[in-house]
């Protein structure tokens, strides 16, 4: 026990779960926070321009890192701003731990400056709350936070500190553990694994769909390898981008709305759907009576709340993916599986080639595939894609081959645009020697631009290409293709000069006004050992096609 | 669609039932009744009833026992246990035969009577929420002028 304000207490329970980077931003009712950190050797703060910013950063960094990623502001405003991105995080499952300053406890209730009842605002868009009224309480209050944000399917957690607590004194020690009163099933049944076998063993046209929880529970290999012994297609949610390197023979790409058409055709004649962290997402299904319509569906998910909640399931193994997946390959060994090469594989194999979409557009403005074509062209594997929401988004989740997971990093559930400019602050921040690229509309960028102040002042040298199409693109796309083209609210008519603004700021600004211009831009970009920004200017009229319309069958997409 | 009962057990800590209500209010499922007591443990247990189809009603299940204060969630089939609600009511100011005779009705059904000194009948009723129903319909609207009513309270017959 050692005599301690609860802001030293907070920094020796952030250092006791290795926390190395803060985003966040002060304000009055987190300054003994501040002050606190100060005098902290071990943990570095970024100061962000938007709390918004600080909480896409801490996402983004959880995501590339697969680590809790931590932000901190104050009360009221400060707090609130987290809220959007704390919602993302939480629809895409990122440890995210938040942390505000709140008034002081006697003060909360009366309207006080800058007073906010985050404990309410927070409450729906979390895992899990909680305020600290005593100091008592904080060491394992923090230490929970922790646990709950990462245990089972992971999420943010927000802490809410009033100004007393921050400033009061006790004798306090850090807990190494904390008990929960919830214990969680990680570990299939032989029930279930046995079942499942049964079911991959007798499936003629099977296809894993694998997600995001793939990812988080550091099962690719094992997803790779499964797929591999009973010679089985994969296709991928949004979340689920790169769990199989997107260049296998196996990998079909991302399945849904605007998915693979290979990917969707796939899913419609299976008759095994091996669904594995994923959620059958309205946007990857589509219409969910003509989902993979001839298929029995396995589905493994750690959170049985999501098995049975849109889609109906023939055989449910509530599990950690990795333990589950490791568990059927050991069943599987004793099966006569392995190198099965069927006329189902070759057939996906050669749809995909043919209905692989294409990208050798020349044209000038430069067509978005091509651009996608000539930014990868310049990139190997340990590139981090982050993406900001949209056209772009979908463009990117096209063209972009990623080989690794925690390489592709985008606001799935919640579409927030503006995440993947200061999501990609984070994931360098978090990996610092993998290139980040950040796939931008105009529209998107400009949500959170200011984070070109952060970027510079703290030298993190992520670079944004933005296609810029002068447009909010997806929603002009919609009114093209479902409101007979009456374009309204979606024209940004005279977008700033990208390049001015990045110089403005400090960074790199260039132009790709053609698409031979792209690759050498974006290596002098690379090179520039600054943040950078590249300004593609694209074809305001490309639409992302195939598109399956909302609530629409799979295999009956829009083609042009 | 049925009655469904949960039985939660839960920490007793606030912002619990904020946490439960939310998640029905978003689903447009209302709350017939809640009931919250201290178990001897120290943890809380709340007692739910609401209207919900089988798939709805599993799910919620699910929902709830997601919630991290929420330790357990039990399915109520209240034929496995006891059900009951504890109501008071008021009568208007009676006088004479008229007095003797709401007595001897409420007495007779079970019911006690808790004060009459102003000259209003304060009764306590109890059984399930039917019975209530019925003691509150057969003294008359007429008659009766103020109900209060418990939740569902519920504890199962199983032993150990």
Redesign the interface.
């Known amino acids: 026990m050692v005599e301690m304000n609860g802001s030293k207490a907070l920094f020796e329970a952030l250092n006791a779960e290795g926390v190395k980077h803060i985003f966040g931003i002060p304000g009055g009712s987190v300054i003994p926070i501040y002050d606190a950190l100060f005098d902290e050797k071990k943990i570095v703060h970024i100061l962000t321009r938007h709390e918004q910013g600080a909480a896409h950063a801490a996402d983004g960094y959880a995501r590339a890192s697969g680590k809790p990623g931590v932000c901190l502001t104050t009360s009221g405003p400060g707090a609130t701003n987290l809220t959007t991105g704390i919602l993302n995080a939480y629809m895409d499952n990122s440890p995210v731990v938040a942390i505000s300053g709140q008034v002081t406890s006697s003060a909360i209730g009366t309207d006080a400056f800058q007073e906010a009842d985050m404990?309410?605002l927070m409450?729906?868009i979390t895992?899990?709350n909680f305020i600290i009224h005593k100091v008592k309480d904080l060491p394992a209050i923090v230490k929970t936070a922790f646990d709950?944000a990462t245990a089972g399917r992971p999420g943010p957690v927000h802490i809410d500190i009033p100004k007393n607590t921050q400033n009061e004194k006790a004798d306090l020690k850090i807990p190494a553990t904390v008990k929960h009163?919830?214990v969680l099933k990680m570990q299939p049944t032989p029930g279930e694994i046995g079942r499942a076998i049964e079911m991959l063993a007798h499936a003629r046209q099977p296809v894993i769909y694998a997600g995001g929880g793939v990812v988080w529970s550091n099962a690719s290999p094992e997803l790779v390898a499964l797929a591999e012994m009973v010679q089985t297609p994969v296709v991928t949610s949004l979340l689920g981008k790169g769990v199989i390197p997107e260049d296998h023979p196996l990998a079909l790409g991302m399945l849904g709305m605007h998915g693979r058409m290979v990917a969707n055709l796939a899913v419609t004649e299976c008759d095994l759907l091996f669904a594995v962290g994923v959620r059958f997402s309205d946007r990857a299904t589509g219409d969910i009576r003509h989902f993979a319509p001839k298929a029995k569906i396995i589905h493994i998910d750690i959170?049985?709340?999501e098995i049975?909640?849109t889609i109906r399931v023939d055989h449910q193994i509530v599990a950690d993916a990795k333990l589950a997946l490791k568990g059927i390959i050991a069943g599987l060994k004793s099966h006569v599986q392995r190198g099965r090469t069927s006329e189902w594989v070759k057939r996906a194999e050669k749809l995909r080639k043919e209905l692989a979409p294409r990208t050798d557009y020349d044209e000038v403005p430069t067509k978005p595939q091509r651009a996608i074509k000539e930014i990868m062209s310049v990139l190997s594997g340990d590139a981090i894609i982050t993406t900001e929401v949209g056209q772009c988004q979908m463009w990117a989740a096209h063209f972009c081959e990623i080989k690794n997971p925690r390489h592709f990093i985008s606001s799935g559930g919640l579409g927030t645009m503006g995440f993947g400019f200061p999501a990609a602050m984070g994931a360098k921040v978090a990996c610092p020697k993998n290139p980040v690229i950040n796939i931008a509309g105009d529209g998107s960028f400009l949500m959170n631009s200011q984070e070109l102040a952060t970027v510079v002042e703290n030298e993190i040298n992520v670079v944004s290409c933005i296609l810029n199409n002068r447009y909010l693109g997806m929603v002009k796309q919609w009114q093209d293709l479902f409101y007979q083209k009456r374009r309204s609210g979606v024209g940004l008519g005279k977008v700033p000069d990208f390049v001015k603004l990045a110089e403005a700021y400090g960074a790199w600004g260039g132009r790709a006004s053609k698409p031979s211009e792209i690759a050498p831009k974006l290596k002098e970009a690379l090179a520039s050992g600054k943040p950078a920004v590249l300004d593609i200017p694209i074809d305001p009229d490309e639409n992302v096609l195939p598109m399956v319309p909302a609530g629409g069958r799979l295999d009956e997409p829009i083609l042009t | 669609m049925k009655n469904r009962i949960f039985s939660i057990l839960c920490?007793n800590i606030p912002?619990v039932m904020?946490?439960i209500t939310?998640d029905f209010t978003?689903r447009q499922i209302n709350l017939d009744s809640i009931t919250v007591g201290v178990e001897p443990s120290g943890l809380a247990r709340i007692i739910l009833m609401f209207r919900a189809d089988d798939?709805m009603a599993?799910?919620m299940q699910?929902?709830l026992?997601?919630?991290?204060p929420i330790?357990k969630v039990d399915v109520i089939d209240p034929e496995e246990g006891v059900v009951r609600v504890v109501a008071l009511i008021k009568t208007k100011k009676l006088a004479g035969d008229e007095h003797w005779k709401v007595v001897e009705k409420i007495e007779r059904a079970g019911g006690k009577i808790v004060d009459s000194s102003g000259g209003a009948i304060l009764a306590e009723l109890s059984g399930d929420n039917e019975e209530v129903e019925n003691i509150i319909n057969a003294l008359g609207r007429e008659i009766v002028t103020e109900v209060a009513r418990s939740g569902r309270v519920y504890i199962s017959k199983k032993i150990g």
């Open positions: 404990l309410s409450l729906p895992k899990h709950v009163e919830k959170d049985p709340v049975g909640k | 920490q912002g904020m946490r939310r978003r798939h599993e799910f699910k929902v026992t997601r919630l991290e330790i």
